[in-house]
């Protein structure tokens, strides 16, 4: 199953200028609990992972999409995602990033379920997360929450069969 999970604001957006606009420790927290269940697995594109230092999330296996076939150390290095889906097929992975990455396994059709943290702001973000279509419903949905000045809630939607 994969799983895509980001915080996105009211237009999706989720970066600007490469990096998030905002800082919600209770959501980086819902993050890492979230992408260390159901195997621990992660997915995320090499620009992204750049964003984390170029070192691997811990507790997490790290996969790195990049056209780059040099090895990087602490994670297993992707150059196929048709061949990547073929070879998890039958194992969870959470998408963690960024846009171009979450656009293509949704363009791809395999993305099962979205965890998205919902910011009610708009940041003028650069960058974003793709249109939830009717593809996509509603599955559970948090109460508001707030925190250094953000309100926002987690939902999760599931694909439609």
């Known amino acids: 199953m994969f799983r895509l999970i980001a915080a996105v604001d009211r237009k999706l957006g989720i970066a600007k200028q490469g990096f998030q606009p905002w800082y ?3 959501d980086e927290q819902y993050f ?3 992408t260390k269940t159901h195997g621990g697995n992660v997915l995320v594109g090499n620009t992204t992972y750049k ?3 170029g070192k691997p999330l811990e507790g997490r296996q790290n996969y790195v999409l990049t056209r780059d076939k040099s090895p990087i150390e602490g994670s297993i290095v992707v150059n196929d995602l048709k ?5 998890f097929e039958h194992i969870d992975v959470w998408v963690i990033g ?9 363009e791809d059709g395999k993305a099962d379920e979205l965890y998205l943290t919902q910011i009610e702001a708009d ?5 974003f997360f793709p249109q939830l279509e009717q593809n996509y419903q509603m599955s559970e949905q948090s109460e508001l929450h707030e925190q ?3 309100i926002y809630r987690y939902v ?6």
């Open 83 to 87: 061949h990547f889906y073929e070879e």
């Open 32 to 34: 890492t609990d979230k």
């Open 24 to 26: 919600i420790p209770e």
């Open 98 to 106: 960024g846009a171009n990455v979450f656009a293509q396994v949704m």
């Open 156 to 161: 999760i939607y599931k694909k439609v069969s």
């Open 123 to 127: 940041f003028g973000c650069n960058q």
């Open 51 to 53: 964003t984390f230092g």
């Open 148 to 150: 250094n000045g953000f």
